[in-house]
């Protein structure tokens, strides 16, 4: 009996430290670098479509810009170990279930599961940038078209890209629809925010949610099409993905459009920063 009373007790106290200031404050900072990489992207997306074709629009180009900057090298570790916090907040998440009515419920606890993984990810590369020049950093189109090169490799590979790049596609849609739907207000301290803060946190979230989740519709049907032309070549990163926004019909104001989406998500990310429920 007092086994389990101890045992109980210890879990409440693990719970406690994971939902304590510490875990709070690594939330914080984890959205506000993400918010960070996507300003970045956003505007180098920018300069792509006011033609300077130069640019790299994604992490890799974001992560160059900066360590071109002063305090490059500051900042870069600021934002590896910020998004490290991500990861470890989402790991809480995974464990002990988030912030809300579902938080507990398994469908939550995978997702946190897998941003933690994700966002982990992310955090090496940026901080190995950081360590060294040019050590996380890279196309992320030769790293895409490397990785489902590898993946196609594999017993049944075609069909298991093709269902990955259909899950990106659907999460795209949920994505948008959600930013459309203003779901993320379940997420928020609505209570504590003024007027002026909501208008801000719906113009920045849905504007941005929608943009993000063109993003991956996109990069989720060229990767669709990879697995069905059996062609790893064509499956394309963030900037190869942003580029082809400019080969529509709209041409580059719709890759400008996208491009200042994803400037919206990153402040959006940041405002979560300050009033998200953790």
């Not at 810009?65 to 900042?75: E, H, Q, S, W």
Request: with cysteine; glycine share 14%.
């Amino acid at each position: 009996m007092n086994a389990n009373v101890m045992a109980r007790s210890g879990r409440m106290g693990a719970e406690r430290a994971a939902r304590g200031q510490v875990t709070e404050g690594a939330a914080r900072a984890g959205l506000a670098a993400r918010g960070a990489i996507y300003m970045l992207v956003g505007v180098l997306a920018l300069q792509v479509a006011f033609g300077d074709t130069t640019r790299q629009a994604d992490r890799g180009g974001a992560l160059e810009t900066l360590a071109g900057k002063p305090f490059g090298v500051v900042l870069l570790w600021a934002l590896g170990v910020g998004l490290v916090g991500m990861a470890l907040w989402r790991l809480s998440e995974a464990v002990f279930g988030s912030a809300g009515r579902d938080g507990r419920k398994a469908r939550k606890r995978l997702q946190a599961a897998a941003r933690c993984v994700f966002y982990a990810c992310v955090a090496y590369s940026v901080l190995s940038f950081a360590v060294g020049p040019h050590g996380g950093g890279g196309s992320s189109d030769k790293q895409s078209r490397d990785v489902t090169a590898k993946a196609m490799g594999l017993p049944a590979g075609q069909w298991l890209v093709g269902a990955v790049a259909a899950g990106v596609v659907v999460a795209g849609v949920w994505i948008a629809v959600q930013a459309v739907r203003r779901k993320f207000h379940d997420e928020l301290k609505l209570g504590k925010m003024s007027p002026w803060s909501r208008r801000l946190v719906d113009i920045t979230g849905v504007g941005g949610g929608v943009a993000r989740g063109l993003v991956f519709i996109a990069a989720g049907a060229f990767a669709v099409r990879a697995a069905v032309d059996y062609r790893p070549d064509r499956a394309k990163g963030m900037d190869d993905t942003l580029r082809s926004f400019a080969h529509t019909p709209l041409g580059p104001w719709l890759l400008a459009c996208v491009a200042a989406g994803l400037v919206l998500f990153g402040l959006f990310s940041i405002a979560l920063a300050r009033w998200r429920r953790v």
